[in-house]
Every structure is written in structure tokens, then in C-alpha cells.
């Protein structure tokens, strides 16, 4: 004869409560993975560098100067874009370490520029540009704001490539939701006299664009942590954040036009002073933020992205390059 076990009410709560903490648990490691664990790629990426009259870029410092370059010619365009986070205590971009399930190991990839920067293949992460800025003046140089024209946009901004479809007649947002987890890195590092690097006087910051908007929906910034003190990728002061940039079918609808609305920039872009014929080295990072809450499997893989860099300069009597206080 089987012996019965009588459950009282009490235990029968308690099975309840813990059988919830136990769901709630994995939701959370599931959510915790799918947002690190990606495979995604951002397979078509337009960048195009310019800046204004008093300010030059060439590729190399003793290059063909002027005032465009286009990013395609700086690295390979096709290079994909896979999720990883930079640490500014070290410099340095990381991934995330996966087991044989997929599940996050709870290490991190330490990520060279020689090794995991401009290839397209698993062992590529992120791009890499370099270029040379100099002036005839003296001036402070900043980022352009970003502003909509007749013929499409101009200044600073990243957004989802407007794709046509030739069945639907409309255009569709190529971005995936990829925009959202985007990063731009600069790295500016005066030269001396010779043409050497000055890299003690070094200085990285972000641009975060799009930062007000969501895959899911949702509106309002929400900083990013890095992964070794959850404090923010970079100092405030190196951060520069950016409304979302957008566009909408025109009316009639068009097959080569939209309408661009063009988001403001909510902090300060100012990025150095710089001396007359003094020559500034700029490493152009482009990668896709794994610690972004933006970063998670709702975003379609194949994004095709339309970026804009925009320098601008301010003349005036300055003592030469510095970081900007």
C-alpha cells in the first residue's frame, strides 16, 4: 500500500513561492544571454567623413588633402559589425567568452586592433579608420549638428539605410533596430613636430546616436554601463549623446527621395583646439555596444546603416591642441 504525503497549505505556498523565484531566475539568465550572445552583422555601412572650409582630412599625413573622405576607402565596407564593449580603464575593446551551450561564461575577450578590427570573417568584430586633420588657423574643432535639407541630410548622424521595395512600392528601415546599439569611437592624438604620435596627450570619447529611442518602443536615454564596475564606457565628458535621426515616406511616394527629421545633440561636442598647421591623428571606431540594452535578438541581422561624420571648426586665439575641460 502506497503511503500518502499530505502537503499542507503552508508548504504548498512556499512550493509556489519558490517555484516563481526559480522562473524569474531564468528569465532573467535567458534575457542576460540573448542580449550578449549575438551573432548579428552590420553587412552594409555607408560613412562618409567631411568636414568644413578651414579644415582639412587626408588619409595619410602626407596625403592628398581636402575636405571628404568616404570610409569605404579607409577599410572594407563589407567588414561586419559583431557585438563587444570598450573598457576605458584599459583601453580596450572586449566580447563575450560563450561556452558550448552558448551561455556566457561570465569571461570577457580581450580584442587587439591588428587581430579583430576590419575582417569579414568570425574573427572580425569592428571597424577601424584612420585619418589627418589639419587648419590654416586656429580653431576649435567639434562635431557638426545634424540638419535635414531638401536633398537628404547633412552633419552628424547615424540611421537605417531607407531600402526600397520594389513589390510594396515604399521603403523599408534597413537598420533592423541595429542603429540603436551603434557606437562611434574617436581617438585623437596630436603629432610633434616629426610626425610622431603623441599618444600620452591621447584622448577617446563616444558618440552615442539615436540615444533616445528603442527597439522595443520605448523613449528616454539609458546609459550604458561597461562591464568591469558598471560605471559608464566613458567619462560624461567624453560621451557625446545624440536624439534619434530619422526619415518618412515622402507624399507622393518616391523612389529615390524621403524626408529626413534629424536629431539634436544633448550634450557638447566639442572635441580639441587645434593650432595653425598643426596635424591631429583621428581613429574612427565603429562597433555594435553588447552592453546596449538595444543589443538583443530583436535586431535583424544584415543591417544596412547610413553614417555621417561632420567636422566643424571655431576660429579663434587658442594656445594649440587640448583637451577640451
Not at 587648419?135 to 567639434?142: I, Q
Amino acid at each position: 500500500m502506497k503511503k500518502r504525503i499530505k502537503i499542507w497549505p503552508a508548504q504548498l505556498l512556499l512550493y509556489y513561492v519558490m517555484l516563481i523565484i526559480l522562473l524569474t531566475l531564468l528569465v532573467a539568465a535567458s534575457y542576460t544571454w540573448l542580449t550578449i550572445n549575438q551573432s548579428l552583422k552590420v553587412n552594409d555601412l555607408s560613412l562618409y567623413v567631411t568636414s568644413q572650409k578651414g579644415l582639412e582630412i587626408a588619409s595619410s599625413p602626407d596625403g592628398e588633402w581636402g575636405i571628404q573622405l568616404e570610409y569605404a576607402n579607409l577599410v572594407d565596407e563589407t567588414a561586419p559589425l559583431r557585438p563587444v564593449t570598450w573598457l576605458d580603464q584599459e583601453q580596450q575593446f572586449y566580447a563575450a567568452s560563450y561556452g558550448p551551450d552558448g551561455r556566457h561564461l561570465g569571461a570577457w575577450m580581450d580584442l587587439s586592433d591588428d587581430i579583430h578590427s576590419n575582417r569579414n570573417d568570425v574573427y572580425g568584430y569592428y571597424t577601424k579608420g584612420v585619418f589627418y586633420m589639419r587648419t590654416d588657423v586656429e580653431m576649435t574643432v567639434s562635431l557638426a549638428p545634424a540638419v535635414a535639407t531638401p536633398e537628404g541630410a547633412s552633419g552628424t548622424f547615424l540611421v537605417g539605410k531607407p531600402v526600397w521595395d520594389s513589390e510594396l512600392l515604399r521603403h523599408y528601415n534597413g537598420g533592423f533596430g541595429a542603429e540603436n546599439a551603434i557606437r562611434i569611437g574617436l581617438r585623437i592624438t596630436p603629432l610633434d613636430g616629426n610626425g610622431v604620435l603623441k599618444t600620452e596627450e591621447a584622448r577617446f570619447l563616444i558618440l552615442e546616436p539615436n540615444a533616445n529611442t528603442h527597439i522595443d518602443g520605448s523613449t528616454g536615454y539609458q546609459a550604458t554601463p561597461n562591464f568591469r564596475d558598471g560605471g559608464g564606457l566613458v567619462p560624461e565628458d567624453r560621451l557625446m549623446i545624440q536624439n534619434a535621426a530619422s526619415w518618412q515616406e515622402s507624399d507622393p511616394v518616391l523612389r529615390d527621395h524621403v524626408v529626413w527629421s534629424m536629431g539634436d545633440f544633448t550634450t557638447e561636442t566639442e572635441l580639441f583646439r587645434l593650432k595653425k598647421n598643426e596635424v591631429v591623428c583621428i581613429e574612427a571606431y565603429i562597433w555594435l555596444e553588447g552592453q546596449d540594452v538595444d543589443c538583443n535578438n530583436r535586431i535583424g541581422q544584415e543591417a544596412k546603416i547610413l553614417a555621417n561624420l561632420q567636422f566643424e571648426g571655431d576660429a579663434g586665439n587658442h594656445p594649440g591642441l587640448e583637451p577640451i575641460e
